[in-house]
C-alpha cells in the first residue's frame, strides 16, 4: 500500500495561484500514473488531472486546461498541481490519487488515495 499526503491547500483570491504537493511513502510511486481529483460540497469526485509515470503525458479535462499543470518529481516520490487563474468553482477538496497502471485511463479506477487537501477560492 502506498500513502498519499496533499499539502498545499489554502484560501486564495480569484485570479490567483496555488501549488498542491502529494508525497507519496511506503512505495515507490515512480512506475506509476497519479492523478488529482476535487470534490466539491454536494457534488461527485470528479476528475482533475494525471500524469504518466515518466511524466511525459498529461491529461486534464476542459475545465481546467490552460490554468493547471500537473507534474512529477520521481526522485522525490511526490507529484504537482500547478492552479493558474483560479475560479470560485474551483473550491473543493483536492485529492491525490495513485494508479496501479503506468498511464492513465479513464476506465481505470485509483488504487490508493490522499486525505485531501481543501482549496477554497473567493470571488
Known amino acids: 500500500q502506498v500513502q498519499l499526503v496533499e499539502s498545499g491547500g489554502g484560501l486564495v483570491q480569484a485570479g490567483g495561484s496555488l501549488r498542491l504537493s502529494c508525497a507519496a511513502s511506503g512505495r515507490t510511486i515512480s512506475n506509476a500514473a497519479m492523478g488529482w481529483f476535487r470534490q466539491a460540497p454536494g457534488k461527485e469526485r470528479e476528475f482533475v488531472a494525471a500524469i504518466s509515470w515518466s511524466g511525459g503525458r498529461t491529461y486534464f479535462p476542459d475545465s481546467v486546461k490552460g490554468r493547471f499543470t500537473i507534474s512529477r518529481d520521481n526522485a522525490k516520490n511526490t507529484v504537482f498541481l500547478q492552479m493558474n487563474s483560479l475560479k470560485p468553482e474551483d473550491t473543493a477538496v483536492y485529492y491525490c490519487?495513485?494508479?496501479?497502471?503506468?498511464?492513465?485511463?479513464?476506465?481505470?479506477?485509483?488504487?490508493?488515495w490522499g486525505q485531501g487537501t481543501q482549496v477554497t477560492v473567493s470571488s
Open positions: 490519487a495513485a494508479y496501479r497502471q503506468p498511464y492513465y485511463s479513464d476506465y481505470v479506477v485509483p488504487w490508493s
